[in-house]
């Protein structure tokens, strides 16, 4: 059963970002770059792992065994989109992806030191709310065909080709944070702030190329070495 009280997901990057990689796909106009085609197929692994085999009637386990698959493929999307080797479109939709997919940043279980612990909260609330996953796995059959024709072009001798896309801006008032990863599943994070006037809350003017993500402060000063990691300012911004 729907959780009656969860949010609807945040769709709407998603269904811009997967139409417009298909007409790339179609038009011969987007070829993987190794980068693309590694984090394609880490994504294509996720999207079509089955769930485990368990006996008898674990309801709490299936559950949380479905949850799961989706967080892995979030946290997947994430990963390579944080280190910043992929290419504009590829970036485009793996935040597509995760955006849709924000639900379970905490769910079934939270990540190690609590890292970005308001993705796990429901937008404009202090509340944690169940997760819909019915929701999540009715994205899973369309997400596995596109990653799969991404995947498709990544052929021996196959020229990278990646068109370009469009940059945006928005405004966020708020804050943002840098995370590092001292040990390995230990993230530590701390909070931005303005190197010239100290300001942390903003309103920033967030401005992205998908190669590099820039915040401008209300004192005029403009940040682009920040240190953030590109999926807290875009899963933080509203839908757009």
Request: glycine share 6%.
């Amino acid at each position: 059963m729907v959780d009656a009280t969860a949010r609807p997901l945040w769709t709407r990057a998603l269904v811009r970002e997967s139409a417009r990689a298909r007409h790339l796909l179609a038009a011969g106009e987007w070829r993987l770059s190794p980068a693309d085609a590694e984090a394609v197929r880490a994504v294509l692994a996720r999207l079509t792992a089955p769930l485990p085999t368990r006996r008898g009637t674990a309801v709490r386990a299936r559950t949380t065994d479905r949850d799961r698959r989706l967080q892995r493929i979030l946290r997947t999307a994430v990963r390579h989109l944080d280190a910043g080797t992929v290419g504009p479109p590829a970036a485009a939709l793996l935040a597509a992806v995760a955006r849709a997919l924000l639900p379970w940043h905490a769910a079934p279980n939270p990540p190690p030191a609590a890292a970005a612990p308001q993705y796990g909260i429901a937008p404009d609330t202090t509340e944690r709310t169940a997760p819909p996953t019915e929701a999540g796995e009715a994205l899973l059959p369309g997400l596995a065909a596109l990653f799969t024709a991404l995947a498709a072009t990544n052929t021996p001798g196959a020229v990278p080709l990646t068109p370009p896309v469009e940059s945006w801006q928005a405004r966020h008032a708020g804050r943002f944070r840098r995370y590092t990863r001292p040990a390995r599943d230990v993230w530590a994070a701390e909070t931005v702030g303005c190197p010239e006037c100290g300001g942390k809350d903003g309103p920033w003017t967030v401005t992205c190329d998908w190669h590099r993500a820039t915040l401008g402060c209300p004192c005029g000063t403009v940040m682009s070495e920040h240190g953030l990691a590109f999926s807290e300012i875009w899963l933080v911004l509203p839908e757009t």
